[in-house]
């Protein structure tokens, strides 16, 4: 009787060697996914902070020579190409409605009332993590005389304002307003 050596072709892998990967596919995948997360809120509020930069300068570029801010609200600014094409969606170059911020809501730009020497930009409809990050950037002092959301009014010599009181003021949930004046 002869006996073969017989080896054995096994090839692959066992069941728990793919579940090990799979479990660390599946963490590494979460990781991701909260990273992006960031990343993208981070992005929205730099494009934020950019828009209002950009209307601050084509608003005083434009209104130079004028004396006053006298006639400014958001259709002037759409037909004067003061609101930056990017915050103009679906095409809606015309419709006074029309502005909205990196975040969506609505943007409203005016001469403030009282004082033709001053304009405001409201953004509407900002979340409340966002609505603080807002609220305590440094805005510099070129120009700004307020910014305001819900009871909190801060002057130019308030600014920035603390976090914990930007986080007191903006309401949970989102739907805050904030209004930054200038002149």
């Known amino acids: ?42 992005y929205k509020l730099n494009k934020a902070q950019d828009q209002i930069f950009m209307i601050i300068t084509n608003i005083r570029t434009y209104y130079a020579g004028k004396g006053s801010y006298g006639g400014l ?4 600014a759409i037909k004067l190409s003061i609101a930056p094409s990017d915050m103009l969606p679906n095409a809606d170059k015309t419709s006074a409605n029309g502005i909205r911020s990196a975040f969506g809501g609505k943007v409203n730009i005016k001469a403030v009332d009282d004082n033709v020497g001053q304009f405001s930009i409201e953004f509407q409809d ?9 609220m305590s950037s440094d805005w510099g002092t070129d120009g700004l005389v307020s910014i305001a959301t819900g ?7 308030e600014l920035p304002v603390a976090p914990s009181t930007a986080a007191a003021n903006c309401k949970g949930g989102g739907n805050n307003n904030i209004v930054w004046t200038f002149y």
Do not use: F, H, P
Not at 23 to 33: C, D, K, M, P, R
Not at 126 to 134: A, D, K, M, N, Y
């Open 1 to 42: 009787m002869q006996i073969r050596n017989r080896k054995t072709d096994e090839n692959g892998r066992s069941m728990v060697e793919m579940l090990g990967v799979l479990a660390i596919i599946g963490v590494l995948s979460i990781g991701g996914i909260a990273g992006y997360s960031k990343a993208m809120a981070k």
């Open 73 to 76: 609200d958001n259709q002037e």
């Open 126 to 134: 900002i979340g409340t993590e966002t609505c603080i990050s807002l």
């Open 151 to 157: 009871a909190l009014t801060a002057g130019a010599g």
